[in-house]
């Protein structure tokens, strides 16, 4: 009993078809394109950081010389105490770390930024909260508003099934006060219980 064993064909072989030469040629143009644009951006940001570096460099040297020209005349209004006093400089710089004034005054700026941002904070927690309270209010005045209208509904239902009240009394009915029919409801119930003697 052998039978015979048939195997399937073999695939046929796939081919790519090949991009077309005209085809790479564009493709490369747009990349040299892409990357000569990208050769200037960088050739422009790089002058644009020189000249940025220049204008540093300038203003660097501008405060260096206004702290020697300042402490030169420290040092020589201390050698000369007789004479009349040097004339302040007209620009101090801010980065003079050396004055106690200045540096006591920044101080207090970060002593006032450091409460600002803690009361911010505050005010910030405070509108929260009266926010959710708000909502909490909204959410109980609704609810109020719901139980309004099913006790005004039950006391119409309690109207309507109750016989509408006379403005004369019932014959054999006494017409006596609330009170003093609270206060005789216990005799008249002892009555009822063991009868009149």
Known sequence: MNSLVTFPAPAPELKL???????????????????????????????????????????????????????????????????????????????????????????????????????????????IAIVDQDKALKKREETLKVREAQVVEREAMIAAAMPPPSAEPIAGEHTMSAMTRLTRAPFEMARSVFGKK
């Open 17 to 127: 078809p090949r991009a077309s030469a005209e085809k790479w040629a564009a493709t490369l143009a747009e990349e040299r394109r892409r990357l000569q644009e990208d050769h200037d951006a960088l050739r422009e940001r790089e002058n644009n950081l020189r000249e940025y570096e220049a204008r540093l460099r300038a203003w660097q040297a501008e405060i260096d010389a206004g702290r020697a020209a300042s402490a030169n005349g420290r040092a020589a209004a201390a050698a000369t105490p007789a004479a009349a006093p040097a004339p302040r400089p007209t620009s101090r710089s801010p980065f003079n770390a050396d004055d106690p004034v200045l540096q006591a005054a920044w101080e207090k700026l970060h002593r006032a930024r450091e409460l600002l941002e803690a009361e911010q904070a505050h005010l910030r927690t405070d509108r």
